[in-house]
Nanobody
């Protein structure tokens, strides 16, 4: 069993920045797929950014050039740096970990972009 705890969400004005963190309760490895998803009200959960195998990354087209995913395996943590935030980025952001074939989700953290 792995627990994922997200933090860093909040209210920010358009054009602002936030950094989300997701800490895993167990050691994670470069081979474990790890990433961020989001779900806006009335919409399906969608991929934001992930690490695939090794250090390869994948981003949604809507966040390319604005968001950056990074990880610190020594701290069992993945981060999402979000810059130039837009109102359409408003959503609950979830951390997802594939750990030796089992999928785990965090509880989510709310990000609201509004003036």
């Amino acid at each position: 069993q792995v627990q994922l705890v997200e933090s860093g969400g909040g209210l920010v004005q358009p054009g602002g920045s936030l950094r989300l963190s997701c800490a895993a309760s167990r050691r994670i490895f470069s081979t474990n797929t790890l990433g961020w998803y989001r779900q806006a009200p009335g919409k399906q959960r969608e991929l934001v950014a992930t690490f695939t195998s090794g250090q390869s990354t994948n981003y949604a087209d809507s966040v390319k050039g604005r968001f950056t995913i990074s990880r610190d395996n020594a701290k069992n943590t993945v981060y999402l740096q979000m810059n130039s935030l837009k109102p359409e980025d408003t959503a609950v952001y979830y951390c997802k970990l594939e750990y030796w074939g089992v999928i785990y989700w965090g509880q989510g953290t709310q990000v609201t972009v509004s003036s």
